[in-house]
């Protein structure tokens, strides 16, 4: 069951309005991954394996036909962007892109909570990028329209947890009683703060690899071991690779620095390479929400296990998933 007890008035508003006998994810902002149940993830992933199999066979479908989407974005972007975009055209929707927030009225000084309202005035979601924590609450607590968290600055990016727990489940076959290690920078990636919140509602084994520096938060750890996880903290990878079936690698977020020289300190502080790999089991896999600078060789590209590819196409599926259940139209 979906709980929406951080932002009650904005689900219970919208949910209202579109009256009741639609599924329960019909006109909802998603603004955090605490919002979902193992249940909703498998009701998500069976209508994503669904849009799967429709793509395929026939590119596209009109489920969304005569809908708005608009896709706000403060931060650069190419995946999630591209990836909803694609998502809304293969249902039948058009888009409102807006990626260079410098070519919009932001530049002249206008506020988030007016440029929402001027979005959701043409659009009938928007889909919100923006570098401040909290932004996309404050976006949903002024429009009437759904709101999707694209990343809201180190806090949280739900739709890529939603396709990192998809991937693995369809590379995998499941999640519970997986080994789940975590690399790099923990303290400022959102995907791991989505991610690691989400694998809590499995039975999962988490071991988070990072350097002092890029912990990972000391709220995120509570929020872990309040639900019944415990991650294991570590500096080094090897002792944990024999047992890895999912490595998920991160990025140094440099944006997110205040002092560039910290940043040069740890950027380079883990290198996955076939060296790597030699130490993983032969069924595992590596993702990354991409993009990556240097934190996996290209060597490893090759290697059946990097999963990192084919974790993009998931994504699609995820959030034209995502997209028919929100406009209530699975
Ligand atoms: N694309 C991901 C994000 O927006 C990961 C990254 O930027 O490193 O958070």
Redesign the pocket.
């Known amino acids: 069951m979906l709980e929406y007890s951080e932002h009650p008035s904005n689900f219970e508003k919208k949910d209202t309005i579109q009256g009741n006998g639609k599924s329960r994810f019909y006109g909802m902002d998603i603004i955090s991954v605490k919002q979902f149940r193992r249940q909703d993830l498998n009701i998500i992933f069976d209508v994503a394996r669904d849009m799967r199999n429709i793509v395929e066979r026939d590119g596209s479908l009109d489920l969304l036909k005569g809908k708005v989407l608009a896709n706000l974005f403060y ?6 962007s591209s990836s909803f975009a694609a998502a809304v055209q293969r249902l039948g929707g058009n888009i409102i892109q807006i990626n260079n927030v410098t070519f919009s009225s932001v530049s002249k000084g206008e506020e988030l909570r007016d440029t929402i309202r001027t979005m959701e005035s043409y659009a009938d979601a928007i889909v919100l ?1 923006h570098p401040e924590q909290g932004s996309a609450n404050i976006a949903a607590q002024v429009c009437q329209k759904p709101i999707i968290n ?2 809201d600055g180190i806090g949280e ?1 739900p739709t ?1 947890a939603l396709l990192d727990m998809f991937t693995i489940v369809e590379e995998l076959g499941g999640l519970d009683g997986l080994t789940v290690t975590m690399l790099g ?1 923990l303290r400022y ?3 791991i703060h989505s991610l690691a919140k989400l694998l809590a509602l499995y039975d999962v084994k988490l071991h988070f690899v990072a350097p002092d520096l890029l912990r990972a938060p000391s709220d995120l750890v509570a929020d872990l071991v309040e639900n019944g996880m415990k991650p294991c903290k570590h500096v080094e990878l090897a002792s944990v690779m024999p047992d890895t079936d999912v490595l998920y690698v ?2 140094v ?1 440099r944006e997110r620095f205040e002092d560039q020289s910290a940043y040069e300190e740890v950027k380079e502080s883990y290198v996955v390479n076939n060296d790597t790999m030699n130490m993983a089991k032969n069924r595992m896999i590596v993702m ?4 990556r600078v240097d934190e996996i060789s290209r060597e490893v590209d090759h290697d059946p296990r990097a999963a990192y590819f084919r974790q993009m196409e998931y994504g699609m599926f995820v959030r034209m998933a995502l997209l028919a259940l929100v406009f209530g139209k699975v």
Do not use: I, V
């Open positions: 931060e650069p972007s190419t995946r999630t990028r694209a990343g990016h890529q920078d990636g959102r995907t991160t990025r977020q990354h929400p991409l993009p």
